[in-house]
């Protein structure tokens, strides 16, 4: 696709998972909105993630999930990158050549709690003493013992479709069974699997992932047609906010392995609120911050300042102490 010509031919990289193919539809739907003669292309990468089912912290993390992608966007292969923010390395920069065009408009942030088909559980205090809980995220298991700490948390990765197959007990490979699974609201949301939400976690009680809900456009830094198009679908509120957010990462030089939270909102004033929280693998210790913005609400010094008052407070020994699941 030439620089100087209209976008009129997109080939979009995305995991193969339901989920990102889910996404890719989502996106593809919108700037079909925008320019109802564009040709899109899906084009699903299987990523050195996806082919890895132990612990990620053993093969180079959450990162993974964007590196084959990204190699693809940057060959030119592909002309649209589309990523999950929160699986993006805030310690790695972009490969050469490549930008961020869009952050799309977040979608819900919240984690939730789900049990087999038939249990009667409402909730995370219904759970039995002792309860196998699945999650294979280290900010997710800090937060759950910090609530919990009789609970034992079950490293569970793959698709979503795989974690609720295992958690139904329909897999033959299983081991002991599991009471429950916490999953992404917004995941959920997009399957059509809201049915399956036993217990919505607000953020005072179970604070989210850097970046959670927020989907990112990357291309090619000369394909300024392209570039052009993506920018129509930015949201200007999720890019303040989610700058705060990986700004205060960035400070913490936390990775995708790091028990690491942290969410901003924008007040009706106008003024940005970041709460920021770095735990200890069981949840028994922690840091936090809750900050607000004065103007001119820089989210770049906000979240510069979160990771400094985080650090003040200990949290570099809870990211370095941290082990994996």
């Known amino acids: 696709m030439s620089a100087d010509s209209p976008a009129r031919e997109l080939r979009i990289g995305t995991r193969t998972s339901p989920m990102?193919?889910?996404?890719?539809a989502?996106?593809?739907q919108l700037l079909h909105r925008l320019d109802p003669a564009l040709r899109i292309e899906t084009v699903p990468v299987q990523t050195e993630a996806d082919l890895w089912h132990a612990d990620l912290s053993g093969t180079g993390g959450k990162g993974?999930?964007?590196?084959?992608?990204?190699a693809r966007l940057?060959?030119?292969?592909?002309?649209?990158?589309?990523?999950?923010?929160?699986?993006?390395?805030?310690?790695?920069?972009?490969?050469?050549?490549?930008?961020?065009?869009?952050?799309?408009?977040?979608?819900?942030?919240?984690d939730a709690l789900v049990v087999p088909e038939h249990a009667t559980a409402c909730g995370l205090d219904d759970l039995p003493s002792g309860a196998r809980v699945g999650t294979a995220s280290v900010r997710r298991r800090a937060q759950l013992l910090r609530a919990r700490p009789d609970l034992r948390i079950v490293p569970?990765?793959?698709?979503?479709?795989?974690?609720?197959?295992?958690?139904d007990g329909k897999r033959e490979d299983t081991g002991p069974g599991l009471d429950a699974l916490v999953l992404a609201a917004a995941g959920l949301h997009r399957l059509g699997l809201d049915h399956r939400m036993r217990q919505v976690f607000e953020t005072d009680a179970m604070l989210p992932a850097v970046g959670a809900g927020v989907l990112s456009l990357e291309c090619r830094r000369q394909d300024t047609a392209v570039a052009a198009l993506l920018e129509q679908l930015n949201h200007e509120p999720t890019l303040t906010e989610a700058t705060a957010e990986r700004v205060m990462?960035?400070?913490?030089?936390?990775?995708?392995?790091?028990?690491?939270?942290?969410?901003?909102?924008?007040?009706?004033?106008?003024?940005l609120s970041l709460r920021?929280?770095?735990?200890?693998?069981?949840?028994?210790?922690?840091a936090q911050v809750h900050l607000r913005s004065d103007p001119p609400h820089d989210p770049a010094a906000l979240g510069a300042h979160a990771a400094t008052e985080l650090l003040t407070q200990g949290a570099r020994a809870l990211i370095d102490t941290g082990t994996p699941l």
């Not at 990102?20 to 890719?24: G, N, S, V």
């Not at 920021?276 to 922690?286: C, H, K, W």
């Open 156 to 167: 569970v990765r793959g698709a979503v479709g795989t974690r609720l197959e295992l958690l």
């Open 64 to 70: 993974l999930f964007v590196k084959a992608i990204d």
């Open 26 to 28: 989502h996106v593809a």
């Open 20 to 24: 990102a193919l889910a996404q890719t």
């Open 276 to 286: 920021g929280m770095v735990f200890s693998p069981d949840g028994a210790a922690f």
């Open 74 to 110: 940057q060959s030119g292969e592909i002309d649209l990158a589309l990523h999950c923010l929160k699986d993006v390395p805030g310690d790695v920069p972009l490969r050469e050549g490549l930008v961020v065009a869009a952050h799309l408009e977040r979608a819900d942030v919240r």
């Open 249 to 271: 990462l960035q400070g913490l030089r936390g990775h995708c392995n790091s028990p690491i939270a942290g969410y901003c909102v924008t007040g009706p004033d106008g003024r």
